[in-house]
């Protein structure tokens, strides 16, 4: 690959929760890197989508959502994960969503302001908008509210845009050598996707507060005869919610189970065994050492 004015660059997707920046972040990749659900929140680390040709690499970086109310550790923990990545990046994606504007939008963009590098508006989600003419006040209020360096109306769900998108990004770059070998995709581990595919899988299909409550912790991954071996051990805070996440008579459990095997074979090219256990470790989720003990390190 030739380095000649060969640019590269870290670009950040950030907004709130649910705006669909994992979404884009597969898309733009050409892969599933992040796992993706209707419900906030579902992004609690930092995860690098890598995207190389032969003129530029373009390194993304998706973020947990930013929002303002920080009850918990792992509100803090997420928030500190997208946050920190601001000042090391060469470009900025704030994405919106074309819907709706809400308060944590505001509190996200002030912390966007000052920063040296240019910071690109993607309004998100315009294949809801019945009457596409609702979408011009929106792109209006955006331009008075800061002087974005573009504002590109776009769809993660069709497709629509994103090229233009990945464009406004590319001619932003810096002039630079790749930083990671051109076959490269993520920085993150197969051990590491394949706890996101189960959470992505138990997000899914829990009810409304159940997700926030678990993490996913993978005990064995190794390959034997062919086969990859995958023990994985659901962490839920509270004694109550073991039941609802194994189901009746164990048929959730065992519907998660097949459907992130499925999504393991594919993305790892294998054949996957996967074993599911359930355990509790109360309150996790706001403890700052049962964080770290389970991964939560804002890296």
């Not at 929106?138 to 360096?149: E, G, R, T």
């Not at 959730?252 to 790892?268: C, I, N, P, T, Y």
């Amino acid at each position: 690959m030739s380095t000649d004015k060969f640019r590269c660059g870290f670009v950040a997707l950030v907004g709130r929760p649910n705006v669909g920046k994992s979404t884009i972040l597969n898309r733009l990749v050409g892969q599933k890197i992040s796992i993706t659900s209707r419900r906030p929140q579902t992004t609690r680390h930092r995860i690098l989508g890598i995207k190389t040709d032969k003129h530029q690499q373009i390194v993304f970086v998706d973020t947990p959502g930013l929002h303002a109310k920080q009850p918990r550790a792992m509100n803090r923990y997420l928030n500190r994960a997208a946050v920190d990545i601001l000042a090391d990046v060469d470009v900025v994606v704030f994405v919106v969503d074309a819907t709706r504007w809400q308060d944590d939008d505001d509190w996200v963009l002030e912390k966007l302001k000052n920063l040296s590098c240019p910071v690109i508006a993607a309004v998100n989600k315009v294949d809801r908008l019945g009457d596409k003419a609702a979408l011009l006040p929106q792109l209006q209020m955006l331009a008075d509210k800061h002087a974005f360096a573009e504002i590109i109306p776009l769809s993660a769900k069709t497709g629509d845009q994103l090229q233009t998108l990945e464009a406004a990004v590319r001619q932003r770059l810096p002039e630079s050598p790749p930083f990671y070998a051109e076959d490269q995709v993520t920085d993150r581990s197969e051990r590491f996707l394949a706890a996101e595919l189960v959470r992505e899988k138990l997000f899914r299909k829990l009810g409304e507060e159940v997700p926030y409550g678990l993490t996913v912790e993978i005990e064995r991954f190794k390959e034997e005869n062919k086969v990859l071996h995958i023990y994985a051990l659901i962490w839920v805070e509270k004694a109550s919610q073991k039941p609802i996440v194994i189901g009746n008579k164990g048929q959730l459990l065992k519907d998660v189970g097949r459907e992130a095997r499925q999504d393991m074979q594919q993305a790892f090219g294998q054949k996957v065994f996967l074993q599911l256990w359930v355990k509790v470790k109360e309150g996790w989720a706001d403890d700052e050492r049962a964080l770290r003990s389970l991964g939560y390190d804002a890296t």
